[in-house]
């Protein structure tokens, strides 16, 4: 279920046709190992900017038609070149990825919502791409998903998030409910955190709503993994209502009975 670590990529699951796993496939180890460059293992900020900036390198090999140095780039030339992928996309992710090794803090909603457009509706685009559904309606319905997913993982991931200083919540939110980075810190979950945390949740909710009716663009398996991913994104928000927000002391998974309802409520989209 992609709503967790860089899982918001719809991986290449059975659902997705054939012809377009190993493509997709390509796009996440991208994806996955940029993302692990930024944020996994004991490396410097200044050597995790040395290599996303190995990886901006690579892209502008591509962009201007010479040979990849690594591998995987050398697959991704072949999926970019097959499919007429926008090389923006990718860089985008990798700008965001950048971001996330020096920014710990969002001043405010907005802020927030323009890291999301490089950091998550990328992978939504490239999607469509590869199905050639680019009309901008369903952009912006991908786009409004792939943000929502985002906005999950930062409320599911506020205590794991602040274990690494980081803190995605807009720093302007906190007033205005009476609480502050120290309710994080202490994991204090009270009537003020909950009437925060619902503020969130009703955010994302909005977002995964507005950009719901994109299942009825793409064909076949895929409308159903896009509507599983949309249904699982709303369970774990509901999962997360139901525990009054308190992520602290249970962050919220989906089980098999949320599986057979994601699955009931895929069917009525």
Request: charged share 25%; aromatic share 8%; hydrophobic share 45%.
């Amino acid at each position: 279920m992609p709503v967790d670590h860089y899982e918001n990529f719809p991986v290449a699951s059975l659902l997705v046709p054939a012809r377009l796993r190993q493509p997709i496939e390509v796009i996440y180890r991208f994806a996955r190992s940029a993302d692990d460059i930024a944020d996994e293992g004991d490396a410097t900020p200044e050597e995790r900017l040395a290599g996303l900036a190995a990886y901006q390198a690579e892209l502008d090999r591509i962009a201007a038609g010479t040979a990849p140095q690594m591998p995987l780039f050398a697959a991704l030339a072949e999926v970019i070149a097959a499919h007429a992928l926008p090389i923006q996309l990718f860089r985008d992710l990798l700008d965001a990825f950048a971001q996330d090794v020096v920014k710990k803090r969002y001043a405010d909603y907005p802020e927030l919502l323009d890291y999301c457009r490089r950091s998550a509706n990328p992978v939504g685009r490239l999607v469509l791409h590869l199905f050639g559904r680019t009309e901008e309606k369903h952009l912006m319905q991908s786009d409004c998903i792939c943000t929502a997913l985002q906005l999950i993982n930062f409320w599911q991931d506020v205590a794991i998030d602040w274990q690494k200083d980081r803190v995605y919540i807009p720093q302007t939110d906190f007033p205005h409910f009476r609480v502050s980075e120290d309710d994080i810190a202490a994991g204090r979950s009270s009537a003020d955190w909950a009437a925060l945390m619902d503020f969130e949740i009703d955010r994302a909710t909005a977002l995964m709503q507005r950009g719901a009716p994109l299942v009825h663009a793409l064909p076949g398996r895929m409308g159903w993994e896009i509507r599983l991913t949309v249904q699982g994104g709303l369970r774990i928000l509901e999962r997360i209502r139901q525990v009054r927000g308190d992520v602290f002391r249970h962050r919220p998974k989906l089980g098999l009975t949320d599986w057979l309802v994601l699955g009931t409520r895929s069917l009525k989209m």
